[in-house]
Nanobody, 122 residues
């Protein structure tokens, strides 16, 4: 079994910064693409950023380009989302999502973290 634990959310003023973390644990052989999604009240969940294994390729939603940076530490099975210049419209629950190959079965499955709340006040 694989678990993703999101952390690092909180309340911050506009213009401030937060760093989210997502730590994967369990029977992990390898982690392929890792993504951060967010969902604001009354809105659909949207993809914020993703990163390939080794960190070679990253992608960002237009709304966060230049402000957010996704990175990963494969030795620690952890992904980070550095969020700078935060805006009130960034307020949402942020979720980690990953494609993980489990040890033993070597089956690729998709997993979600439990989410962490980010609130940006104006």
């Amino acid at each position: 079994q694989v678990q993703l634990l999101d952390s690092g959310g909180g309340l911050v003023q506009a213009g401030g910064s937060l760093r989210l973390s997502c730590a994967a644990s369990g029977s992990i052989f390898s982690i392929n693409i890792i993504r951060w999604y967010r969902q604001a009240p009354g809105k659909q969940r949207e993809l914020v950023a993703d990163i390939t294994r080794g960190g070679g390729t990253t992608n960002y939603a237009d709304s966060v380009k230049g402000r957010f940076t996704i990175s990963r530490d494969d030795a620690k099975n952890t992904v980070y989302l550095q969020m700078n210049s935060l805006k009130p419209e960034d307020t949402a629950v942020y979720y980690c999502n990953a494609d993980v190959i489990a040890t033993g079965t070597r089956v690729l499955r998709n997993y979600w973290g439990q989410g962490t709340q980010v609130t940006v006040s104006s």
